[in-house]
T-cell receptor, first 113, second 114 residues
């Protein structure tokens, strides 16, 4: 039974397009995250949501907009895709307390042509 | 803001060799420390974490890490690696005043030769 799932696994698109990545967790966690892993494997947090409310928004272009319809889902919508957006995007979830384990999804490899 | 450094970017070992991967962080306050592993084509999984108490932490698959507060370090060790340990290893820090935000190091790619 998959704990944190993401769709799609691969996404290839043209510059300027708008795309969405979906994330769902069945762990009953209140907190969900989006991370970006670049081509050098460097992993950086983008957003954190707790119970559908934005907690952390690191320096991310406003072309990226997370949407949380309920606490089990945190989708990432990206407008006007750019070449530099090519990366692997990981969703994660955890309990809300500090220091708890974050559980990661399988990642979505986005390639912008 | 906290930062995490992993000085070994690529490590190549033969099976049965001992492993130590370095991790240093910069933050003067209380921290929680993690090691995550990413096997080829897979998602990140927790290897072990330090929250409080005994600074020597044991994780899954024979891994352990030691928190040395005076050195701001949390190095990962395994006495005898296996081919199946080939993966990318990430150290991460959660500063006590940062909620549950994790700051990751740049990762260390470990290749174990059979």
């Amino acid at each position: 039974d998959t704990a944190v799932s993401q769709t799609p696994k691969y996404l290839v698109t043209q510059m300027g397009n708008d795309k969405s990545i979906k994330c769902e967790q069945n762990l009953g966690h209140d907190t969900m995250y989006w991370y970006k892993q670049d081509s050098k494997k460097f992993l950086k947090i983008m957003f954190s949501y707790n119970n559908k409310e934005l907690i952390i928004n690191e320096t991310v272009p406003n072309r990226f907009s997370p949407k949380s319809p309920d606490k089990a889902h945190l989708n990432l919508h990206i407008n006007s895709l750019e070449l530099g957006d090519s990366a692997v995007y990981f969703c994660a979830s955890s309990l809300p307390e500090a220091g708890v384990t974050q559980y990661f999804g399988p990642g979505t490899r986005l390639t912008v042509l | 803001a906290q930062s995490v450094s992993q000085h070994n970017h690529h490590v190549i070992l033969s099976e049965a060799a001992s492993l130590e991967l370095g991790c240093n962080y910069s933050y003067g306050g209380t921290v929680n420390l993690f090691w995550y592993v990413q096997y080829p084509g897979q998602h990140l999984q927790l290897l072990l974490k330090y929250f409080s108490g005994d600074p020597l932490v044991k994780g899954i698959k024979g891994f352990e890490a030691e928190f040395i507060k005076s050195k701001f370090s949390f190095n990962l060790r395994k006495p005898s690696v296996q081919w199946s340990d080939t993966a990318e290893y990430f150290c991460a820090v959660n500063a006590y005043n940062a909620g549950n935000m994790l700051t990751f190091g740049g990762g260390t790619r470990l290749m174990v030769k059979p």
